[in-house]
RNA sequence: GCCCGCUUGAUGGAAUUGGUAGACAUACAGGACUUAAAAUCCUGAGGCCCGGAAGGGCCGUGCCGGUUCGAGUCCGGCAGCGGGCACCA
C-alpha cells in the first residue's frame, strides 16, 4: 500500500480549481487579510529559493484562510530586466519572447507545487496594461514635482555603453564587460524621495511588526544628520563659502575650508588653471571602489581664497579644493577641525595646519592633541563657548551664527534622489518627449502607453531604442514641431514600487481602483528576502506615499507586517577557464575532489552563497518533485531551518519528509481499515488520553504558525505522529477527532496529503475550506507536573507531583529523595527554593 | 572604522524567555523481517571516569570573568563568522 501522490496532486489540483476557492472577492462581512511574497523575475526556472519563499506564503494563507479570513494572495511577474537582454544578445532571442516563455514555464512550476493563489489577479509589470499606469502616474509625479530632470554623475560601462547601477561595478569595473567604469555626466530622471526623508524615518516606528534589523538599514540609509549651515565670508571676495556642519560647537577649532572637486568655486578657478583642473581630473578619476577610498591619500590643492572666520573676522583659514569632499553630500564644502575629526587631523599633519584643541576632559584643556578628541567634553579656547558641554555648546553656536545672519540650523540627509534613467531596451518607457523649442514635454495622457517597439535589434551595444531606426522620432505634443522620444527606460524597480496595489484591482483602466485597494490594502503580510531590506521597500514606500498625494491610496504605509525569510544558499562551482558549473554537473571523484560530471576537469569550488542564476548555484526540485512528490517537497523545505535563517540547501531531508508523507497517510488507512465505523463517527465527549494529545497539537501549532515558526510546527507534527501511533487508549470517535484533526494541521505546509486524509475519513467538502480545528483547554489542562530536583543546582532527579501541588509537599517530596538524602548525609539544608511546578532546589 | 546579528552533539536545529540542555529531524551504528536489497519496525548514542552489572560521579551551549539558590538565556571583556553603512563633514 503506497501512497500515489501523482493521482493526489492532480486529483486535487483539478477540485480546487473546479471549485475556484482562491479566487478573492470583496467581502465586507470578512475580516481581510492580504498575504503578499515579493514576485520572482522570470528568470528561467523555479528553485529551491522560490519554493521556500512561495511555501512560507502558502501556508499564512491557507491557515488564514482556515481561521476564517477573506484572504488575498495573489502571484505576478517582476518581468523587466537586464538578463532578458542579455540572453536576447547572446541566444538571439528576443526579450519579450525570452520573457514570456520564461513566465510560462514558472507559471506551471508553481500551479504545480498546489499554492492557494488567486491566479485571476496575475500580472507582468512588462505588459502594457501595466506600464501604462507607472507612465501615467510618473506625469503626474512631474507635475505635482516630484519628478525632476538634472544633470548627475553615473557610472559609464564604455564598452556596453550604458549606464551600470552602482550594484553592478565591481571592483571599479562593468560586472558584465569587466570595463573600467568611468564616471560620466548625464541628463537624468529623479524621484523625489528625499521629499519624504523626515515623513520616512519617522514612520518607522510606526511598523512595529517590521524586522528590527530592515528599520535600523532603512535608518541609516536614509541618515539623518542634525547640524548648521553656514557662511564664511572670503577675504577681499564678495563670494561666501556656505558649509554644513554637525559640529557647530567645535568652529572656534577650525583651521581650513575644503572644497569638493565639483565644487562651483572649484570649477570656476579650474577653467583658468591648469594644475588645479589636473587635480580635479584626478578626484574625478578617483575610483569609487571601498578598498581605494579605504587607502586613497587625502589630498588637498591650495586655492587663492582666504576664509574669514564667522565668530573672528580677524581669523584668517587657508582654502583647500580636497579629494575627500563630496559635491553631493551637504553643501560640498566644510571646515575642518583637525583636533576633533581623524580626517582633518590627518590633513592638517599632512599640511602642517594649526591643530587647536577646543574641547576637553577637565583639567586637560591644554594637553597637546596627538590624536584627534572624538568624545564629549566641555569647551575649551572657544570665547563665549567656553565652559559648555558639547550639546549645549552646539545649540549656543546655532543661536549665535543665526544672530550674526551667517546661517542656521539645518538637517541633512544621507538619502538621495532616486534616478531612474536606464540606457536600457527591457523596461518602461519613460514618457517624454524632447522639443528643441519646448524642452521635455510630457507625452499627452491620450497618447499613453508609449509602448516599446518590438522591432527593436540587439546586435550591438548601446541602447537599442536610440539606435532604433525611426522609434524615437515624433512631433512635439505642444508645437508640433520634429522632436524625439526620450529613449531611457525606468529603473526596474519602478515597477516593483507599486505592483502590490495593482493587485486590488489587476484589470482596472487606472492605476488602482480605490475602493478595492481600500479594501486589501496595506499588505497585512509581506514575505521575502532581507537584501531588499532598503531599496525596494524604500522605494515602494516612497511610492506610496505619492500615490497618496494623487489620490490613489489613502494609506501610507503599503506592508503591516514583514518577515524576512533567509536565503537559500549553496556552493557555487567553476571550471578553470571561469565557467560557472550547475550543482547537478559536478561530482565528487574516487579521491574526493569535485570533477564536472561530463568531462572530468577539475572544478574550483566557491563558498556557500544565495542561490542565483548568474553563478549557476540553483537547485532545481523538478526531480525532487517527481520522484517525491509536491507536498514532501514542501516541506521538506520548511522543515529544520527557521524561517529567517539562512540555509545551505542539502537533499538530505527530502527522502525523510517522503517517509513522513507515507507515514501519515499509511496510520490513516490503517485506522480506517481497523475501524471503519471511523467515518461515521459522532463528535466525542470527555477525555481520553487521544483527546489530549489531538487538542495539544492544536493549540501548539496553531500558535507556532501564527509566529513564523514552521519549523517548530513541523517538529510538533513529527511529535503528533508519533505519539498517535504510540498511544493507549482510543475510542471510535476520538480516533476521528484525531485524523480530521491531523488533515487540517499539516493541510497549509502539505495540501494534497491534508485532502486526502480529510476525504478518507469521510469529511464532506474541500478540507481546504474547512475551518480551522479549535481546541477544549480544559482538554489540555496538565494535572500532574514533572518537578526537576537539584541539589545546588545539580540536577539529581526528578519528581512527579499533582499540578499546583503546595509548596511544603514538593520540598518533603524532594527531601525525601535517595539522591538528595544521600547528598545530604545526614545534615540539613541551608535553604529549600521552590519554583511552583518547575523545581526544586537543594541547597546545601 | 561605525552599526547590527550570530556562535548549542556528526549535521539542521529545540529549550515554555532565568528553572530537567540536546525536543524533532537528518546522518550513523546494532538488531528484527527478507534468499538478498529496498521499505518497515525495534534499540543505541554529548564527552570523560568508576563499576561485571544495576547504577553512580565529573565535565559540557565559542573563550575569560561576573550576577544568581540556579545562566545556552542576564551583565562586562575577548575571539571567530556573517550582514549593513562608510572619505557623510
Redesign the pocket.
Known amino acids: 500500500m503506497?501512497y500515489n501522490f501523482q493521482e493526489a496532486e492532480k486529483n486535487w489540483q483539478r477540485a480546487w480549481r473546479e471549485a475556484d476557492i482562491f479566487t478573492a472577492r470583496e467581502d465586507a462581512t470578512r475580516p481581510k487579510y492580504y498575504v503578499l511574497e515579493m514576485f520572482p523575475y522570470p528568470s528561467g526556472r523555479i528553485h529551491v529559493g522560490h519554493v521556500r519563499n512561495y511555501a512560507m506564503g502558502d501556508v499564512v494563507a491557507r491557515y488564514k484562510r482556515a481561521r476564517g479570513f477573506n484572504v488575498l494572495h495573489p502571484m505576478g511577474w517582476d518581468a523587466f530586466g537586464l538578463p532578458a537582454e542579455n540572453a536576447a544578445m547572446s541566444l538571439g532571442a528576443h526579450p519579450m519572447t525570452w520573457t514570456y516563455e520564461n513566465i510560462r514555464v514558472m507559471r506551471e512550476q508553481l500551479q504545480s507545487l498546489g499554492l492557494s493563489i488567486d491566479w485571476s489577479r496575475e500580472i507582468a509589470t512588462c505588459h502594457p496594461d501595466y506600464y501604462r499606469h507607472e507612465q501615467r502616474m510618473f506625469l503626474e509625479f512631474l507635475r505635482a514635482g516630484l519628478v525632476y530632470r538634472k544633470e548627475s554623475w553615473v557610472n559609464w560601462d564604455p564598452v556596453d555603453q550604458t549606464v551600470l547601477a552602482n550594484e553592478q561595478v565591481v571592483e571599479g569595473r562593468g560586472w558584465r564587460s569587466g570595463a573600467v567604469v568611468e564616471r560620466r555626466k548625464l541628463s537624468q530622471w529623479f524621484f523625489r524621495i528625499t521629499a519624504f526623508a523626515d515623513d520616512l524615518l519617522d514612520h518607522l516606528s510606526k511598523l512595529p511588526e517590521w524586522p528590527?534589523?530592515v528599520r535600523?538599514?532603512q535608518e541609516?540609509?536614509i541618515?539623518r544628520?542634525e547640524?548648521a549651515q553656514f557662511r564664511f565670508a572670503l577675504k577681499d571676495d564678495p563670494r561666501t563659502v556656505e558649509?554644513?556642519?554637525?559640529?557647530?560647537d567645535t568652529l572656534f577649532g577650525a583651521s581650513f575650508l575644503?572644497l569638493?572637486a565639483d565644487h562651483p568655486l572649484v570649477q570656476e578657478l579650474a577653467r583658468h588653471d591648469t594644475s588645479l583642473s589636473a587635480f580635479v581630473a584626478e578626484?574625478r578619476s578617483?575610483g569609487?571602489s571601498?578598498?581605494?577610498?579605504?587607502t586613497?591619500?587625502?589630498?588637498g590643492y591650495r586655492l587663492p581664497f582666504t576664509a574669514l572666520h564667522p565668530f573672528d573676522s580677524r581669523r584668517e583659514l587657508p582654502v583647500y579644493a580636497?579629494?575627500?569632499?563630496?559635491?553631493?553630500?551637504?553643501?560640498?564644502?566644510?571646515?575642518?577641525?583637525p583636533a576633533h575629526?581623524?580626517?582633518?587631523f590627518d590633513f592638517a599633519v599632512k599640511y602642517d595646519l594649526p591643530i587647536r584643541r577646543v574641547v576637553a576632559r577637565p583639567g586637560e584643556e591644554d594637553t597637546p592633541v596627538d590624536a584627534p578628541f572624538l568624545e564629549d567634553g566641555i569647551l575649551v579656547h572657544s570665547g563665549f563657548l567656553d565652559g559648555l558641554a558639547v550639546a549645549t555648546a552646539k545649540k549656543a553656536a546655532i543661536a549665535e551664527l543665526e544672530k550674526r545672519g551667517a546661517g542656521k540650523a539645518m538637517i541633512?540627509?544621507?538619502l538621495r534622489d532616486w534616478g531612474v534613467s536606464r540606457q536600457r531596451y527591457w523596461g518602461c518607457p519613460i514618457p517624454i518627449i524632447h522639443c528643441p523649442d519646448c524642452g521635455a514635454v510630457p507625452v499627452p495622457d491620450t497618447d499613453l502607453p508609449v509602448t516599446l517597439p518590438e522591432d527593436a535589434r540587439f546586435d550591438r551595444p548601446g541602447n537599442p531604442l536610440a539606435h532604433h531606426p525611426h522609434w524615437k522620432h515624433t512631433t512635439c505634443p505642444t508645437c508640433g514641431k520634429p522632436a524625439e522620444r526620450e529613449t531611457d527606460t525606468f529603473d526596474t524597480f519602478v515597477e516593483s514600487s507599486w505592483y502590490f496595489a495593482r493587485f486590488c484591482s489587476p484589470r482596472a483602466s487606472v492605476p488602482v481602483e480605490k475602493d478595492q485597494a481600500d479594501y486589501w490594502l496595506p499588505v497585512d503580510q509581506y514575505i521575502g528576502g532581507?537584501?531588499h531590506?532598503?531599496?525596494h521597500l524604500l522605494y515602494a514606500r516612497f511610492f506610496t506615499r505619492a500615490m497618496k498625494g494623487q489620490g490613489h491610496l489613502a494609506i501610507e504605509e503599503p506592508f503591516a507586517r514583514l518577515f524576512t525569510q533567509?536565503m537559500v544558499c549553496h556552493e557555487t562551482y567553476r571550471l578553470p577557464g571561469g565557467e560557472w558549473l550547475l550543482p547537478e554537473q559536478v561530482v565528487k571523484n574516487d579521491a574526493g575532489e569535485w570533477i564536472a560530471r561530463e568531462t572530468g576537469q577539475k572544478v574550483e569550488v566557491g563558498?556557500s552563497?544565495k542561490m542565483s542564476k548568474s553563478r549557476k548555484n540553483v537547485v532545481d526540485l523538478t526531480y525532487a518533485i517527481q520522484t517525491f512528490g509536491v507536498d514532501a517537497t514542501r516541506w521538506a523545505v520548511l522543515?529544520?531551518?527557521?524561517p529567517e535563517?539562512?540555509?545551505?540547501w542539502?537533499g538530505?531531508?527530502i527522502?525523510?519528509?517522503?517517509?513522513?508523507v507515507?507515514?501519515l497517510w499509511?496510520l490513516a488507512q490503517e485506522w480506517i481499515a481497523a475501524d471503519p465505523a471511523i467515518a461515521h463517527a459522532a463528535p466525542p465527549e470527555g477525555t481520553d488520553p487521544l483527546r489530549r494529545l489531538t487538542h495539544q497539537a492544536i493549540a501548539q501549532i496553531g500558535e507556532e504558525i501564527e509566529h513564523f515558526?514552521f519549523?517548530?510546527a513541523?517538529?510538533?507534527?513529527?511529535?503528533l505522529?508519533?505519539r498517535l501511533?504510540?498511544c493507549p487508549v482510543r475510542t471510535t470517535a476520538s480516533r476521528r477527532e484525531a485524523l480530521s484533526s491531523l488533515a487540517l494541521l499539516v493541510l497549509p505546509f502539505m495540501p494534497h496529503l491534508g485532502e486526502e486524509i480529510w476525504r478518507a475519513i469521510g469529511q464532506s467538502g474541500l478540507a481546504s475550506l474547512a475551518p480551522w480545528p479549535s481546541y477544549d483547554p480544559a482538554l489540555i489542562a496538565e494535572t500532574s507536573?514533572?518537578?526537576?530536583v537539584?541539589v545546588?543546582?545539580?540536577?539529581?532527579?526528578?519528581l512527579e507531583l499533582p499540578k499546583d501541588a503546595p509548596q511544603d509537599e514538593a520540598e518533603a517530596a524532594a527531601l525525601s529523595l535517595?539522591?538528595v538524602q544521600?547528598?545530604l548525609a545526614g545534615g540539613r539544608p541551608r535553604?529549600v527554593?521552590v519554583?511552583p511546578n518547575?523545581?526544586v532546589?537543594v541547597?546545601l
Open positions: 503506497r528590527e534589523k535600523l538599514m541609516n540609509w541618515g544628520s547640524g558649509v554644513f556642519s554637525t559640529r557647530p575644503a569638493a578626484c578617483l569609487t571601498e578598498v581605494e577610498l579605504e586613497a591619500e587625502k589630498k580636497a579629494n575627500f569632499v563630496l559635491m553631493e553630500y551637504g553643501t560640498g564644502a566644510l571646515f575642518g577641525c575629526d581623524q580626517r582633518d541633512t540627509y544621507r532581507v537584501e531590506a532598503v531599496l533567509g563558498r552563497e522543515s529544520d531551518s527557521p535563517r539562512d540555509v545551505e542539502s538530505a531531508g527522502e525523510g519528509a517522503w517517509r513522513f507515507q507515514r499509511r515558526r519549523n517548530r513541523i517538529a510538533r507534527l513529527y511529535e505522529a508519533n501511533e504510540e507536573a514533572t518537578i526537576a537539584q545546588n543546582g545539580k540536577l539529581r532527579g526528578t535517595d539522591s544521600r547528598a535553604k527554593i519554583v518547575r523545581i532546589n541547597v
